[in-house]
């Protein structure tokens, strides 16, 4: 089923971009646990639109509200449940979508999956908007993983082919990203990548860009072999953040081109720990952590919901049609991607641990 | 689990590459389906080791006995387990290895996973060997999704720098690369990726590259949002494939560089079909097939077990080493690794279906 | 986890007896199908508290808000999620069962694995509130069942000791307890029921007795053998109601005492149609519906939780300790359970279908 | 999927009674643990057919090859698979029951589930000698469960109305039945059964009778509320042994007829330890161990199989039949179902822990 992720920290996410609310479920969560519900607020406001130019106007509380699980903020063994409440829709806006199917959207396959009766309402069960419980579950996970030295962060790698650095992959800097809503190792193409994106909304179009996300304090031999390696877990779970389009561990595609004397990390020895003295695997070896900092990088595609008349066909007519998609759309949605990647990687990892 | 995968047509892998033999359960074939024992045997046959000069010198002869779920070559609606027997194992090649573990392979992690009871023979169950019951399972699922007009071909996209043509992703042609032990599209570049991997070999080297593949015939609205998607799908199966380090789907990364009016798919009528004109979707939205020919490829990364000193660090005295790999190993695994793909991505997609 | 049940209409409940709401998430639902709100209110009236004597005097609406997963009445394709508010809670009456645990009640073994943190308000979520969004999902699950012709109905086959007529196993008659809030085949007996009920009330203890169930219109072939078999999905559905301590299909613990010769039902044909004379197997052969009704029966203990002095031991000082429970229990939880057993039972069903 | 059981230890269960082999996958054993294989034999022994009187005259060695998953005796970390052939088959004696399904048995049910093509040969995978691999896999529990100081024992309660001693359910003796073929607790009683069964045998009929299984040595608050209690995974293991129609925990259906002061189990400190000084609830409370013994019944249906003529529908003509049942059957399971029920509970608990 495609809302329930993991077995040990298990996850079941419900709702519609539209319905009365949307949430989730956590199984799995020992009894004992002190959650602190301003990191969690505070997480999720990174993703939560509305903030700023480059994000849709929409404004959404994003307040989640715990029913179940906690007892004066301490979990007491049993399923949480967050939720949240959907407020400031604008339904008619999406009537039309019904018939006329967005390029490169969902609505098409999802009409013809459920026969005419998805909910095309704000793109349904398939809106960004379903990452916001995806962010509370990932906020909640991680609060556990850092108890145990596990850190994860992540930034935008690159925006409408502007880079920002990548990444040391031996010896990652996870700390300067924290908290910040446009997370650059570099500032300084801070500006430029803001530019691109205000260009292309008032062009009405939209730009792309990859997401560098990475893990430290992992230890060595998480995961397994065959279809439970690290690369499957975290695959399956990035490919659940909307527009994610592909995924590469390590040097990734570059290693396509090199030669294994070239691509292999030598192992030695640091302060009596077995390290590597380069990272090109990413710190996964065989499926497993290798002890080294986890590194990986997503490619999330441009908004599709552009306002560009764009050709699409009438699914009552079965002819093509003009359509301009009205409604508020992010320009680019890399900056709010990034802590769904977070969110997404502490879901993967809390249940290899 | 490791060794599970799927819902519906779930397989359960076992064995080391060492052990007395290796083989797969598959749970979820219906009663009544007629199973092609030559078809599976041809499709086996091009992963199988020691045919040309870039495999291993390794002579398996990866004959799969089934064992249960067929009677009289008609599947009986139980689970069918097929046993591959290992014969050509030369176990003292890896005795040392215990300890000394190979740079960019499994050995280190398994051994701090499992405190050393890990099997260190052949890889264990860390080998590529054990892509030869899954190679069963897909040849099994490929029977039965080609009755439903759906099928899977790969190509070498890339060795060690020298690029086959790419699929059209409109209108890929799978045929000619059919039953191709060396598949590519544009055979011409055929001479230079031998000579590249030849090169390696001599050098004690390895080479690495991409695989691209395609699937024609999938109908619309396959997969479901989230975390059941097609991607989330087909990537957790792809990186059972030993060295797979990314995975892309349509145009991938590229994707991040262009704009939403140059990224997005614009849909058409043909022939009273909805289809798009441009497949930069790979044929995936929204999670869901959108009934354009599925497009994705991964990168494959030059075989780690190469003859050339390396260092590692002795796991006994926790002291830096060189390392000598001995035993045979593939100079390039991406031709073997083609099928393994065509099957992971058959077993994946059935259980969508 | 225990919180999920079933594949194909996977139920996830969550919540406790006094937290802010309980409810569940329903996926596996198809889009399409036209929910009877109605049907399902009066369904779950039949579990609800505090309409009779025999019932605790707590009052709960338990009316379920559907937050996701219908639009307009219309299943759309993704999670059904219902919560329901709890409201009535005197949860101050449970604050000393925190160290003194209720004999043959959850707490005791709450406390030991949950380290003390374990929500002891009502019983948590071990509370036989936690039947209420089971019965919502039930009430769900038998309006796709009824469309099917499939049709479960559930009697009090005892209480105290006091017997109902059983079953025609053969032959079930389920439409004369429809909607019954004290369903009885033989009505005759309710007064003496009700009054061995009231005896126990009015001497601070409680009552136990079984429940028959029967369904009718199953295809044969449903279930699987080994661990998926109609027996094995039912029963692991049926322990999930509290204080149910075993279940026997068909003639059950009686066939241990009768020979093949007078156990087994001989075949004969009725109408055309394949039949059994007798149904001794409770419609149940090999784990597979056979096509002949199904019936089974499960025990239900009498309700731990009584006002007479117990003797129990206090876990601060480990001594023991007489506690007299205060707070509102039923003094027989039989008639309130035959609804959660329909809940369950089609909970079951429909993941077999 | 109904060959699989668990999540921790998970079991997959693969094979006919007469296809080449049948066998088992265990996946979630630790690395570093030391098998011994005598000890798993001497289990199997017990269950295997071909010793006395009261089995069938089948001889089948079930000596389990195992071919992955341990080396040099202790296991790898990787999936154990272990493997049985079938030997002593005599598939000509079914070929007519193809289209006279036997009653009570799973012929009919099976032919209408598979369209026909189920491997009808010695009942297919619906024989009980898929109980072979289920007791290899077991025993592997058992010696897990063992090393942590849990027992199981199973004795047999009734065959044919004659009753042997129940447990002391406060303080089970499990050591008395080691390893006894015809385990009984009162060995006196051990003629008049066998002498039942004889007479059975003689008479072309078969007998049933109940086991009643005890474990001791379980911690305080294994399993989890809801769908994943101990009543729930035990029953969904035991009901995937053929002939088994019912399950009681604790005193079972005999607590439909108590009050709650006389079911209720009050606590008491012994040595300091917490324990309950009656134990009606038969060691689970709220679906999770109370520290007390577990003990559970179930009752086995006489053997469907019998060589008295029995009324049948010819499935061609559809046209009702007399049936011979002709081949080697058991006149009473029961003693050989002990240890199935012994292995079913290992595996059940050691999911739990």
């Given at each position: 089923?495609?809302?329930?992720?993991?077995?040990?920290?298990?996850?079941?996410?419900?709702?519609?971009?539209?319905?009365?609310?949307?949430?989730?479920?956590?199984?799995?969560?020992?009894?004992?646990?002190t959650l602190d519900g301003e990191k969690i607020a505070s997480f999720m406001a990174r993703r939560a639109p509305g903030k700023n130019a480059y994000s849709t106007k929409r404004k959404e509380a994003d307040c989640p509200e715990?029913?179940?699980?906690?007892?004066?903020?301490?979990?007491?063994?049993?399923?949480?449940?967050?939720?949240?409440?959907?407020?400031?829709?604008?339904?008619?806006?999406?009537?039309?979508?019904?018939?006329?199917?967005?390029?490169?959207?969902?609505?098409?396959?999802?009409?013809?999956?459920?026969?005419?009766?998805?909910?095309?309402?704000?793109?349904?069960?398939?809106?960004?908007?379903?990452?916001?419980?995806?962010?509370?579950?990932?906020?909640?996970?991680?609060?556990?993983?850092?108890?145990?030295?596990?850190?994860?962060?992540?930034?935008?790698?690159?925006?409408?082919?502007?880079?920002?650095?990548?990444?040391?992959?031996?010896?990652?800097?996870?700390?300067?990203?924290d908290g910040k809503d446009f997370p650059l190792i570099n500032d300084s193409v801070k500006d430029e990548m803001l530019a691109k994106i205000e260009a292309a909304r008032l062009d009405c179009d939209s730009v792309g860009g990859v997401i560098e996300c990475a893990v430290t304090g992992l230890p060595v031999g998480l995961g397994e072999?065959?279809?439970?390696?690290?690369?499957?877990?975290?695959?399956?779970?990035?490919?659940?953040?909307?527009?994610?389009?592909?995924?590469?561990?390590?040097?990734?595609?570059?290693?396509?081109?090199?030669?294994?004397?070239?691509?292999?990390?030598?192992?030695?020895?640091?302060?009596?720990?077995?390290?590597?003295?380069?990272?090109?695997?990413?710190?996964?070896?065989?499926?497993?952590?290798?002890?080294?900092?986890?590194?990986?990088?997503?490619?999330?595609?441009?908004?599709?919901?552009?306002?560009?008349?764009?050709?699409?066909?009438?699914?009552?007519?079965?002819?093509?049609?003009?359509?301009?998609?009205?409604?508020?759309?992010?320009?680019?949605?890399?900056?709010?991607?990034?802590?769904?990647?977070?969110?997404?990687?502490?879901?993967?990892?809390?249940?290899?641990?």
């Open positions: 089923m495609s809302c329930n992720f993991g077995e040990k920290f298990k996850i079941t996410i419900f709702g519609q971009s539209h319905s009365e609310a949307i949430g989730v479920v956590i199984d799995g969560v020992p009894a004992g646990i715990i029913v179940s699980g906690v007892v004066d903020g301490i979990t007491c063994g049993t399923p949480i449940c967050a939720i949240i409440r959907n407020s400031d829709q604008h339904s008619k806006d999406y009537s039309k979508l019904k018939i006329l199917p967005r390029p490169s959207h969902s609505d098409f396959a999802a009409y013809m999956k459920h026969g005419g009766f998805n909910d095309i309402r704000g793109g349904g069960n398939f809106s960004g908007r379903m990452t916001a419980p995806m962010c509370f579950a990932g906020a909640v996970a991680m609060q556990i993983l850092e108890k145990k030295g596990i850190k994860i962060g992540a930034h935008i790698e690159k925006i409408a082919g502007v880079c920002d650095t990548r990444f040391d992959p031996v010896n990652p800097d996870i700390s300067t990203l072999p065959m279809f439970g390696g690290v690369e499957n877990v975290l695959s399956q779970a990035m490919f659940a953040v909307p527009a994610i389009k592909g995924i590469e561990f390590g040097n990734g595609f570059d290693c396509a081109d090199l030669k294994g004397s070239e691509n292999n990390d030598e192992f030695t020895v640091n302060d009596g720990k077995i390290t590597t003295v380069t990272n090109n695997h990413g710190g996964i070896l065989g499926g497993l952590t290798s002890g080294m900092p986890l590194i990986f990088r997503v490619a999330v595609k441009p908004t599709p919901s552009i306002s560009k008349p764009q050709m699409t066909v009438n699914l009552e007519t079965n002819k093509p049609e003009e359509l301009v998609i009205e409604g508020r759309h992010d320009p680019c949605i890399v900056p709010r991607a990034v802590p769904c990647i977070e969110a997404a990687t502490a879901i993967a990892l809390i249940n290899l641990i």
